[in-house]
Every structure is written in C-alpha cells, then in structure tokens.
C-alpha cells in the first residue's frame, strides 16, 4: 500500500515563504513521477507542477513559475514544493500524488496516489 503524507504547511504574511514535504511510503519514490495540487474553497483542483522520476524534468504552471520550486530526494523518499512570495491568492490545501503508471501531467486522472492534504494560508 502506497502512502503519501504532506506536511509543511501553516499560517504566513504575503511575501513569506513555506517548504512543503511529501514523504511517499510503502513503496520506492523513484517508481513515480509526482505532481503538486492545490484547492480553494468553492473551487476545482489546480494543477501547480510535476517532476519526472529521475528529477532532471519539472514543469509549472504560469502563476507559480518563478515563485515555487519542486524537488525531490528520492534516497530520501521525499518530494518538496518550497514556495517563496507567497500571495493571499495562494491560500488553499496543497496536495501532492503520484504518478506509476502514466508520465506526471497536469491531469488529475492519471495520478494513481494522493495525500490527505495540508492546509496554506496567506494572509495580506
């Protein structure tokens, strides 16, 4: 059984920053490509970014390139998503998923795995 657990996150002024960790467990990181998610109130998943397995491979979407980066230790079997100036527009549940079975895309339908979610909140 495949689990994902993120942590990291909290309370933080605009203009601060967060690092989130996901830890995968029951199985190697290195088998999944993996995405980060994030979800307001009253709104759909978003998609933020992905990385390939081995890494060298990360994509993001418009309104986070240049503030977040994602990485991940795969001997440490974690993935991150350090966020710098933060935007109120960025509070939300950040999630993170993985992908074994398809390349990691911004398409929620082809994540086989997903954490429980951990809560951002930007304050203005």
């Known amino acids: 059984q495949v689990q994902l657990e993120e942590s990291g996150g909290g309370l933080v002024q605009a203009g601060g920053s967060l690092r989130l960790s996901c830890v995968v467990s029951g199985r190697t990181l290195s088998n999944y490509d993996m995405g980060w998610f994030r979800q307001a109130p009253g709104t759909e998943r978003e998609f933020i970014g992905c990385?390939?397995?081995?890494?060298?491979?990360?994509s993001y979407v418009d309104s986070v390139k240049g503030r977040f980066t994602i990485s991940r230790d795969n001997a440490k079997n974690t993935a991150y998503l350090q966020m710098n100036s933060l935007k109120p527009e960025d509070t939300a549940v950040y999630y993170c998923?993985?992908?074994?079975?398809?390349?990691?895309?911004?398409?929620?339908?082809?994540?086989?795995?997903w954490g429980q979610g951990t809560q951002v909140t930007v304050s203005s």
């Open positions: 990385i390939r397995r081995s890494g060298t491979s990360v």
């Open positions: 998923a993985a992908a074994g079975r398809y390349r990691a895309t911004p398409h929620i339908e082809f994540y086989d795995y």
